[in-house]
Structure formats: structure tokens, C-alpha cells
């Protein structure tokens, strides 16, 4: 089972991704456009005007998700550009050594970072989609997620939203934000209720709750998915939301208790991401839950303690059942990746007719 997860070190996080890539057969298929032997390509200035239409930039693109967003994207014919927020982001990008001369020509690399409204423009300039996968790194892990930086993520958001605005070329924006903007609620219903509360895209975490818990990461999540929607109302550009689920060290076990802990496989994160965008020319709208298992018992939570390296951080007893009070749904992306893969049958069935 695959789980979103942070990494303590930058060594652990290139390991991450080579074996992330060797799992899905992804070695040798992407690279980073070179000029010269050992140097990345970066784009001049001015290239763009009007976007080509299979050309995006990803953000973030060196994380976790952001790297299978990446990955997703190339298998799917588009170019993408690469907005790296550091040198050591590069150097993170030369250690994987995923790029070498046989791999596919699609990856580009620049220098631009979230907090700077100028660089983002520059780098969205030629693309018709923004995928904004990251704005904060916190090399701690999510435990040493603060309350600052949570303020960083609001305006980090509303400068990337800006930026997709003032770029002619970008039509459509797609934000990765968290299933914790979900479902972090004062108790409204009865325990002893038939029926479960149902959780899905129309809720939202209450701030409140979230500062008085110290759920930095809940709130920084919830606060700027919320600053996204408002600086892209009224505007022109289509936003839409993926809100994956996501292991957090704080509020796990209460997590657990309500039935809210899930986890998601990142291939099917970037899956999710690439399936909204192609369906924003449609149907495509609004927030979409992402996740493909709910923890309900607590040899399942210590699987997952195991996986994650975080013994004791999420249940208390191995041999516990978790009643289900609370019920998670993604029928609305369920929905829309389903009708994906009728159309891509579809489509193949054609093919082989003709």
C-alpha cells in the first residue's frame, strides 16, 4: 500500500523517487532537456505568448506527488516544465539519475519560486496548465509543520493563482490540496446515529478547531485552498482542487477514532491531477477527495506506523476496531475516472476496428 508520506533527509527523498520509478517501470522515460553535457536547459525568457496546447508547468515538481505528477503527465504525451524553487532542488534532480541520454525528451527546468510573483509569471509563460503540486518543503517532516509556515502556504497560493491570471497563455490551474481541508469539524452528529456523517468535497476543516488541536498542516491546507478559490473567482482561469489524503503525525489517532484516516497510492494522486485537468475542458469543476483506503482497525494502523517509520503515532492498540461514525466518499472522482476510462476503451476498441 502506497502513502503519501514526507522524508527526513534529502537522500531519503531521492531514494524515495527512484523506487517510486523502478516500481512503475519509469527509468529511463523522462529527462531533463540539456544543452550541454551535465548542464539543464533553461528556458529563455519570452518564449511564450500563446501556449501550446500539451505544454504545463508543475510546481512542487521534485516532491513526492509532485515528481508521479511529473511522470504521469510525460506518459500522456505532454511537455512539461519544471518550476524548481532551489539549487539544491537541481542538484536533487542531477542525484536521481533518472535522466540520462536515452531517456524521453519532455522535462524542462526553471528557476522560479512561489513566493515570488515575477519568476512564477516568467515560468508559466508558454503553458496552457499550472499543476501547483507544493509551496512548502519542511525538511522536519510534517511534525515540524508550524503555524508560519501555514501562512507561507496562504500566500504562496494566491501568488500562483495571480501569476496563472496574468499569464495570456494559462487557461486552467490545478491545486493540490489535502484531504485534511476536509475534515476537521466540531462533532454535529450523535455517535449513536444510524447513519454516518458523510464527508465529501462540499466540507470544509474548521479553522477554528484546526488552531485550537495545533493542527498547523490541517489549517495551512485549509487556509490556502480557501485564498486559491478567492483570488480565482470572478478571474480568468478555471481552478480546480485535489484533496488527497494524507498522513500527518498530530491528530492521526483522533483521525483513526472517527474514521477519517486514509491513504492514497501517489500513482493514483497523479493519476487524479492529469484525469481533472483533461476533464476541465468539460465537466470537470470545483474539489475533488482523492484517496483508495480508509484505516479501520488497529493492526492496520500499525502496518501503517511501520511503513511510515513512526511507531506509536497513530493507534494505541494493535488489536482495536474502529467503529465507522464518520464516511468518507470520492464518488465524485470515482465518477470522472470512470467515464476516463470508458472513453480511453473506447478509443482503443476504435482503433483496432479500423
Not at 531514494?15 to 520509478?21: G, K, N, S, V
Not at 519542511?138 to 497560493?157: F, I, N, T
Not at 493540490?176 to 456523517?197: F, G, I, N, Q
Not at 494502523?301 to 474502529?322: C, F, I, M, T, W
Amino acid at each position: 500500500m502506497g502513502v503519501l508520506r514526507s522524508t527526513e533527509s534529502l537522500e531519503a527523498e531521492i531514494e524515495e523517487m527512484r523506487e517510486a520509478l523502478l516500481r512503475s517501470g519509469g527509468i529511463g522515460r523522462t529527462q531533463v532537456r540539456k544543452e550541454g553535457s551535465g548542464s539543464f536547459r533553461r528556458r529563455a525568457d519570452g518564449d511564450g505568448g500563446v501556449g501550446d496546447e500539451r505544454t504545463v508547468c508543475v510546481t512542487g515538481g521534485i516532491s513526492f506527488v509532485g515528481f508521479a505528477v511529473v511522470n504521469h503527465l510525460l506518459d500522456r504525451g505532454y511537455t512539461v516544465r519544471l518550476a524548481l524553487e532551489t539549487h539544491e532542488d537541481m542538484d536533487k534532480l542531477r542525484e536521481t539519475e533518472m535522466f540520462g541520454e536515452m531517456g524521453r525528451d519532455g522535462v524542462w527546468a526553471v528557476m522560479a519560486s512561489v513566493m515570488d510573483l515575477e519568476s512564477l509569471c516568467r515560468a508559466f509563460d508558454g503553458c496552457v496548465g499550472v499543476f501547483h503540486t507544493s509551496s512548502v518543503v519542511d525538511p522536519g517532516g510534517l511534525s515540524g509543520y508550524s503555524k508560519h509556515m501555514a501562512q507561507m502556504e496562504v500566500r504562496a497560493a494566491e501568488l500562483v493563482v495571480e501569476a496563472c491570471v496574468r499569464t495570456q497563455s494559462v487557461r486552467r490551474c490545478v491545486f493540490t490540496s489535502s484531504l485534511l481541508a476536509c475534515v476537521w469539524r466540531e462533532d454535529s452528529t450523535p455517535r449513536s446515529s444510524r447513519r454516518p456523517t458523510i464527508v465529501d468535497e462540499n466540507c470544509w476543516s474548521d479553522q477554528r478547531v484546526c488552531r485550537d488541536k495545533k493542527l498547523w498542516f490541517a489549517l495551512g491546507k485549509t487556509m490556502a485552498e480557501k485564498a486559491a478559490w478567492r483570488a480565482a473567482r470572478g478571474r480568468d482561469v478555471k481552478l480546480v482542487t485535489v484533496c488527497p489524503a494524507l498522513v500527518t503525525g498530530p491528530g492521526a489517532q483522533d483521525m483513526l477514532t472517527e474514521g477519517l484516516l486514509a491513504t492514497i497510492d501517489v500513482e493514483k494522486v497523479a493519476e487524479a491531477h492529469v484525469a481533472v485537468y483533461e476533464a476541465m475542458s468539460s465537466t470537470a469543476c470545483g474539489r475533488y477527495i482523492c484517496y483508495d483506503h480508509v484505516i479501520r482497525s488497529g493492526e492496520e494502523a500499525a502496518e501503517l506506523e511501520r511503513q511510515l517509520g513512526l511507531p506509536n503515532r497513530v493507534s494505541r492498540d494493535a488489536h482495536a476496531d474502529y467503529p465507522t461514525w464518520v464516511e468518507l466518499s470520492n464518488r465524485k472522482l470515482s465518477r470522472l475516472l470512470s467515464s476516463r476510462r470508458r472513453r480511453c476503451t473506447y478509443d482503443i476498441y476504435s482503433i483496432s476496428q479500423e
